[in-house]
């Protein structure tokens, strides 16, 4: 199962996007260059795939599988890798807090000033 919603994952992405298996359940997506509103619409469509996804060749007992995914960002949210990570698991948490099945966008913490701000061209 996991294979396949890996597959899913690796299907769905674009040459420069990383995908990994960082727990037993849980999936990382790095996608370079793209902003959070981006990536949450991202993170959306494959949310709505896996759930949609015909499992019955793989399962004995097929059901619906969900899934549950936070999204962070550099340099607004964070100011390094771990921290990129360890803010897409805080709003994984808030998620699971009120219910599977969703995205939710990480926020920076408090005080948090970014390194630099992203211009967007005109």
Known sequence: LLKSIGSVLVKNSRLNDLVGR?????FVLILPHTEKKGAAIKA???RRMVEAADFSKI???PKNFTLTIGVSEYPSVCHDSESLLQSAEDALYQIRKKGDNKVCLAVPKGNFVADFEVKEEK
């Open 22 to 26: 960082v727990e037993a359940d849980q």
């Open 44 to 46: 959306e469509r494959l």
């Open 59 to 61: 399962l004995v007992e």
